[in-house]
C-alpha cells in the first residue's frame, strides 16, 4: 500500500513538473518584441503624443504640454535622460509631427506650425503658421491631430468636436487637407474624438475615433475624401465646405446599424474595424503602418494602433471588399509603462511609443512615458491575415501549421455581435448570433486554413478564438482572438 502511494505522489509530481516546463517554455510577446522604457530628463512632464525621424538621425517627439525635444541616439541599447534636449516650448498642445525641407510640422490645438533651427544651436528660432483655418472656443475636447505628409505633399488634420456631441467652432467634427500652400481644403465631416491619422501603404488616410455618441465603440476609420464617417455634430459647417463638397447631407437615425445606414446614405462610410470595448482596449489612438518590408517582422503593410487606456499596440488587417476597406483586428503588444498614444515605426523597423495616463487613466502605472519596440528577429506564431470569404474566412499564419489541429472543428469558437448607431453614448454589444463552423480545410501552402461559416451576419464584429490551432512544430498561437468586422460580404 505504501508503494502505490508513493508512485501516485510521484506521478502527481511528475505530471505538475511537466506542466510547470510547458508553461514556463511558452512563447511571451517579449521573446519577439521586448519594451525598452528611455529615462526622461528629471522634472519634466514629457507626454509624448507624436513622433518624427530627423535627417540627422535624432528623433524628434512633442508633448501634449506644447513641448518638442529632440533625443539623440534613439536607437541605442539604453536612452538616458543626457540625450534629450528641448527644441522647442510655449506650444499649444502639440499632438503630431511631420518633416519636410528643413523644416519641423507640429499639428497643434489651434494650426499648424513649422519650425527650424537656422543658427545650428539645437533650439527652434525660427516659427511660421502654416495654417490656422479651423476654431477653437476652449473648451477641453478640442483635439487636433494631423498625419505625415502626403504623396500631394498636404497634410491631413482631424478635428475633435467641441465636448463629445456638438461643434461650435469652425470645422469641429472634420477632416480637413493643408495643402504645400497653405490652403484649408474641407475633405470628410463626421468626426467625433480622434487619436491618430496615417496613411496606409497605398497612401489611403485612416484615422481612430473612439466610443461616444454615433460611435458604439472605438475604430478605425478609412478617410474617402468627400465622405461622411459617422457623427453628424458638426453638420454646421457645409455652410462653408458646400462649394467643395456640395450640400449638407441627410443625417443618419438614430438606433439604426451601422450597414443599415450605409445602404440607406450613400455619402456614409463605416467604420474599417471596430475594436470591441473591454475586449481589445476602451480608447484608440496613434497609428503607424508596417512599410519596413520586413524590418519589423512578418507584418508587412499592416497597421498598428494604440490604445491609451488598456496601454497596449494592437495590429490590423485590412482588404477592399465591394469598393470598402474593412478587416480584423489582433491583440500584439501590452506591457507599455504609461497610456499608449503617439506611435511611430521607422524605416529600420524600430516602433516608438509615446504615453500618458492623464484624463482617463491607464494600466501602465506612469503618468508618462517614452518606449521602444525591437524586434529580436524571432518569428512569433500568429494568425497573419483574416480575409472574407462568401462562405467564411480564410485564415493565413506566419509559420507552418499541425494540419490536424487546423482542420479540427474544436479548434475554434465564433460568435458574432454589433452595435448600435445613436445618438446616446456609445453601446452594448447587440443583436449576438452564434454561427457554426461546417468545416476547415488547410491550405496546400501548410500556412492557411479556410474556414466555412454558416450563417455569417454583413454588419457584425466576427469574434474567434482559435485556441486549438498548432504551429507544425506544436505551439499555440501567440494571440488566438482575431475580430473582423464584416461590413460586406465579398462575392465569388
Given at each position: 500500500?505504501?508503494?502505490?502511494?508513493?508512485a501516485f505522489v510521484f506521478s502527481i509530481?511528475?505530471?505538475?513538473?511537466?506542466?510547470?516546463?510547458?508553461?514556463q517554455d511558452a512563447p511571451t510577446e517579449a521573446d519577439y518584441y521586448p519594451i525598452t522604457a528611455f529615462e526622461t530628463p528629471e522634472g519634466v512632464v514629457l507626454e509624448a503624443s507624436g513622433f518624427q525621424m530627423m535627417p540627422d538621425g535624432?528623433?524628434?517627439?512633442?508633448?501634449?504640454?506644447?513641448?518638442?525635444?529632440?533625443?539623440?541616439d534613439p536607437f541605442s541599447a539604453t536612452v538616458a535622460a543626457s540625450q534629450f534636449q528641448r527644441f522647442a516650448h510655449g506650444l499649444h498642445e502639440t499632438l503630431t509631427l511631420t518633416e519636410r525641407d528643413g523644416w519641423l510640422y507640429t499639428t497643434q490645438?489651434?494650426?499648424?506650425?513649422r519650425m527650424r533651427d537656422s543658427d545650428g544651436d539645437g533650439l527652434a528660432d525660427e516659427f511660421e503658421v502654416v495654417n490656422d483655418g479651423w476654431g477653437i472656443s476652449g473648451d477641453y475636447h478640442e483635439y487636433a491631430f494631423g498625419s505625415k505628409f502626403d504623396k500631394n505633399g498636404d497634410i491631413w488634420v482631424v478635428l475633435c468636436l467641441t465636448g463629445s456631441f456638438s461643434s461650435s467652432v469652425p470645422y469641429r467634427g472634420w477632416c480637413v487637407r493643408i495643402t504645400s500652400d497653405g490652403e484649408l481644403i474641407p475633405t470628410c465631416s463626421g468626426v467625433r474624438s480622434p487619436g491618430g491619422i496615417r496613411a496606409n501603404h497605398l497612401g489611403d488616410m485612416f484615422y481612430t475615433d473612439n466610443q461616444g455618441p454615433w460611435n458604439g465603440t472605438c475604430a478605425l476609420k478609412h478617410l474617402p475624401e468627400g465622405k461622411f464617417v459617422g457623427?453628424?455634430?458638426?453638420?454646421?459647417?457645409?455652410?462653408?465646405?458646400?462649394?467643395?463638397?456640395?450640400?449638407?447631407?441627410?443625417?443618419?437615425?438614430?438606433?439604426?446599424?451601422?450597414?443599415?445606414e450605409a445602404k440607406r446614405l450613400p455619402h456614409y462610410e463605416p467604420p474599417a474595424v471596430l475594436f470591441p470595448y473591454n475586449k481589445m482596449g476602451k480608447s484608440a489612438a496613434g497609428i503607424a503602418c508596417d512599410t519596413t518590408d520586413g524590418?519589423?517582422?512578418?507584418?508587412?503593410n499592416q497597421m498598428f494602433v494604440t490604445d491609451q487606456s488598456y496601454s497596449t499596440v494592437m495590429r490590423c488587417y485590412l482588404e477592399k471588399v465591394q469598393g470598402h476597406y474593412q478587416g480584423a483586428c489582433f491583440p500584439f503588444l501590452e506591457g507599455f509603462n504609461s497610456g499608449s498614444l503617439g506611435l511611430e515605426l521607422t524605416t529600420n523597423g524600430k516602433m516608438?511609443?509615446?504615453?500618458?495616463n492623464r484624463g482617463w487613466g491607464s494600466r501602465g502605472r506612469k503618468p508618462f512615458a517614452i518606449d521602444r519596440v525591437d524586434w529580436t528577429g524571432k518569428i512569433p506564431f500568429e494568425i497573419h491575415e483574416m480575409r472574407a470569404k462568401p462562405d467564411g474566412f480564410e485564415l493565413t499564419f506566419t509559420e507552418s501549421v499541425d494540419k490536424q489541429s487546423v482542420e479540427d472543428l474544436a479548434s475554434y469558437e465564433i460568435s458574432t455581435y454589433t452595435y448600435i448607431y445613436q445618438s446616446a453614448y456609445g453601446s452594448p454589444e447587440v443583436d449576438h448570433t452564434e454561427p457554426t463552423i461546417v468545416k476547415a480545410v488547410a491550405g496546400t501552402d501548410g500556412?492557411?486554413?479556410?474556414?466555412?461559416?454558416?450563417?455569417?451576419?454583413?454588419?457584425?464584429?466576427h469574434e474567434l478564438h482559435s485556441d486549438g490551432v498548432r504551429s507544425e512544430n506544436g505551439v499555440g498561437l501567440l494571440h488566438a482572438e482575431a475580430y473582423y468586422t464584416l461590413n460586406y460580404l465579398p462575392a465569388e
Open positions: 500500500m505504501l508503494n502505490m502511494r508513493f509530481l511528475a505530471l505538475f513538473s511537466f506542466t510547470s516546463c510547458l508553461a535624432k528623433m524628434a517627439v512633442c508633448s501634449r504640454r506644447g513641448e518638442v525635444w529632440m533625443i539623440n490645438r489651434s494650426d499648424i506650425t457623427h453628424p455634430g458638426g453638420f454646421e459647417w457645409y455652410k462653408l465646405a458646400e462649394p467643395v463638397l456640395g450640400p449638407r447631407p441627410e443625417e443618419p437615425v438614430s438606433g439604426s446599424r451601422f450597414m443599415t524590418e519589423f517582422g512578418p507584418f508587412k516608438f511609443v509615446g504615453g500618458t500556412k492557411s486554413v479556410r474556414i466555412y461559416v454558416d450563417g455569417l451576419q454583413e454588419g457584425h464584429v
